[in-house]
């Protein structure tokens, strides 16, 4: 008796040690807060996109992160780049999500996860993939369509089983999910919808996984998507009246933690426009305002990171978002502290323990000064190279093809036909359907088209039997409301002298999107020179250069002044697209492991697509940044200022 007592006592004390020692993250309703292991919690986290940034510097963006006093970091989760193709799935590299989730585990960060599937984040397409309109050219995005509930259910059957472990209850960092991304402000308000996201959620997470949801905060926007169960999340930015839109939460959900999802510290830019700025004493007053308050905060963005290749999006009535997404953050694009970090760590460490050990600083850059370019390939040389090699997809049709039906997400579409009657010369050119950026090419014309400018029409040199060429730029998908259903390409007949031209070509123009072993860079390092005396665009043009015996590679910037628009690289790396001629951005990042070391050369590449910078070809490698160049061809009242962004 006496030893079976002793037994069973073992066993109790054994299962109590095991039940306290499983982690724990609940809402306390009665008490508005969360619990964190049975203590009063709340977050301070910042925003922080993984596939922004080169996975060999999450580790350092993170630590520097923790270090500012933040004990959360905030991501989505972008669909597009780990399902480029329908069923071909991508967690390696800057994909690597379950690595991303390890290391900020590993720097004592919990994660608070936005797995879209819509995300916006001024990405292609608010990082739903491009395809879905190739299943269904008529899909309703983020609704219950059949088409795009199928789509939707076989990614996240993918994705949350692969997240699970990484729950705070199972040992990993995540403490909340999001559902879906601002649908209150995407005005449809499907119910059906949201409350499948939910469901799915739960059912691959757990019914105990804590979801919210976030808007502006109105009662008619929170409204929209409401759903039981999830916790009710704000936007909001630097001057709010923070005691309002908490009031406004408040009666959205009457007891809980009070949540800002994004609050913002910059702001986005768009190709065109001034440059963001931002008031920092707006941004810190306001953000202690929320501390005072007890709620939990994100800022968005922390660390903006970059976008690399052609991943940047649109909006709109206002223009294609930049290669930069600085934001105006905390830690600058190259994931240096500003003064901003600084001043937020400081006030962060008013009401939560700072963590210990040396405050980061920012690290020195690279500058080598100019860099000499010379002709290399033409696009045209480029494309016959692998049209003989029988590695240009092509397809033919009698009417164009978008860039969906043709099967590419991004970069540029080639679209050629031969004129078979005779008209006057020269005589109008009208492409109505041009999405986005057209690059006309005849005998004896070269023109530009522009549905961003609502340049539609040109007027052009062609004879009967002659072929015309338009290479078309998709410049980013529209990523944020209605407007977001954003085919590319031609999408509509295309006339001339009012006469429908059709018998149409498409090929793809074979420019790497990010980092790509591939012939492209083969052709460029066997062909560094032209043998013709024409340098025009569209060409590829080349420099090199090889580090000093005693310098290490380190993060630079590119500066194309005097070259007009096109696309970048560094020993393969696709850095993204430039057009200093039109602002505000005019350098590109280049990370420092982008950069070989000594003795090996390191080749620049522009794909130039309009003009060269004849007599002078030259492009700078600086230590400094320039994101607020001059915007000459803004049209006047497009910048939109408000109390805390300056135009």
């Known amino acids: ?26 809402v306390d309703y009665d008490g508005d807060q969360f619990l964190k292991d049975g203590k009063p919690f709340r977050y301070v986290s910042g ?18 992160m923790r270090m500012a006093g933040l004990n959360a970091v905030q991501t989505y989760v972008e669909w597009s780049g780990h399902e480029p193709e329908p069923g071909k799935y991508n967690f390696q590299g800057d994909y690597d999500l379950r690595a991303f989730l390890q290391i900020a585990h590993d720097e004592g960060l919990l994660v608070v996860l936005r797995p ?74 499907d119910h059906s919808y949201m409350l499948h996201l939910a469901s799915s959620m739960r059912t691959y997470l757990g019914e105990d996984v804590i979801l919210f949801r976030t808007d502006v905060p109105n009662m008619n926007i929170y409204k929209c998507d409401a759903i039981n169960g ?24 009457g007891r809980g933690p009070l949540i800002v999802t994004e609050y913002y510290p910059g702001w986005m830019d768009h190709w065109g426009q001034p440059h963001a700025h931002t008031k920092h004493s707006a941004v810190l007053r306001t953000f202690e305002q929320i501390l005072k308050h007890n709620a939990s905060v994100n800022f968005y963005m922390f660390h903006g990171g970059t976008n690399f290749g052609f991943t940047s999006g649109s909006n709109a009535g206002v223009g294609p978002q930049p290669t930069s997404y600085d934001y105006g953050a905390p830690l600058s ?74 099967g590419q997400d991004s970069g540029y579409l080639s679209y050629t036909t031969t004129v078979p009657f005779q008209s006057v010369s020269p005589t109008m050119l009208n492409v109505p359907g041009i999405k986005d950026r057209g690059y006309v090419f005849t005998r004896y014309t070269k023109a530009v088209l522009s549905s961003w400018n609502d340049v539609r029409s040109v007027p052009v040199v062609v004879g009967e039997g002659e072929t015309l060429k338009i290479i078309v730029e998709n410049t980013g998908r529209i990523n944020y409301g209605f407007a977001n259903h954003n085919p590319k390409g031609i999408v509509s007949n295309v006339t001339l ?88 951005q005019v350098t590109l990042y280049v990370p420092g492991a982008f950069i070989k070391p000594y003795m090996e050369t390191n080749i620049i590449a ?11 070809m030259t492009v700078t490698l600086t230590d400094v940044p320039k994101l607020d160049g001059p915007t000459p061809g803004m049209k006047k009242g497009r910048c939109q200022a408000d109390s805390y962004h300056e135009c």
């Not at 007592?5 to 004390?13: I, K, M, N, Q």
């Not at 040396?358 to 860099?371: C, D, I, M």
């Not at 522009?606 to 002078?616: A, F, K, R, S, T």
């Open 606 to 616: 522009l794909v130039e697509m309009e003009d060269p910078m004849l007599g002078n």
């Open 230 to 253: 999830t916790l009710v999340t704000a936007d909001f930015g630097p001057g709010s009246n923070v005691g309002h839109n908490l009031q406004v939460m408040r009666k959205a959900q």
């Open 47 to 64: 925003s922080l996109h993984y596939f922004r940034v080169p996975k060999v510097y999450w580790r350092d963006r993170l630590h520097k």
């Open 116 to 189: 879209g599937p819509y995300i916006c984040a001024e990405r292609d397409n608010g990082g739903l993939p491009y395809w879905l309109l190739r299943l269904n050219p008529h899909m309703k995005y983020r609704s219950s369509d059949k088409t795009y509930i199928s789509a939707v259910d076989k990614w996240l059957s993918v994705l949350l089983p692969l997240v699970r472990p990484f729950l705070y209850g199972n040992g990993g960092p995540i403490i909340t999910v999001q559902v879906e991304n601002e649908y209150g402000q995407y005005g449809a308000c």
């Open 497 to 584: 002298g009012g006469r429908v031209l059709k018998n149409w070509t498409m090929e793809e123009v074979p420019i790497p999107k990010t980092k790509v072993a591939s012939d492209f860079f083969r052709l460029l390092y066997e062909a560094n020179s032209n043998s013709s005396e024409d340098c025009s665009a569209p060409r590829v043009y080349l420099g090199n250069f090889v580090l000093d015996e005693h310098e290490d590679p380190r993060d630079t910037f590119l500066d194309p002044t005097g070259w007009s628009k096109g696309v970048a690289f560094m020993n393969e790396w696709n850095l993204g697209r430039y057009w200093p001629m039109v602002g505000p």
């Open 1 to 26: 008796m006496h030893s079976w007592v002793l037994a069973t006592l073992g066993l109790t004390l054994c299962s109590v040690q095991l039940s306290s020692a499983r982690p724990s993250f609940v």
């Open 333 to 406: 694009e190259a994931g240096d502290p500003t003064d901003l970090y600084y001043s937020i760590r400081n006030i962060t460490g008013k009401y939560l323990p700072l963590p210990q050990g040396q405050v980061p600083k920012p690290a020195p850059k690279f500058r080598l000064g100019k860099v000499k370019m010379i002709c290399g390939p033409s696009l045209d040389e480029i494309m016959d190279y692998f049209r003989r090699e029988g590695r240009l997809r092509t397809a033919t049709s009698k009417y164009p093809m978008s860039f969906e039906e043709f």
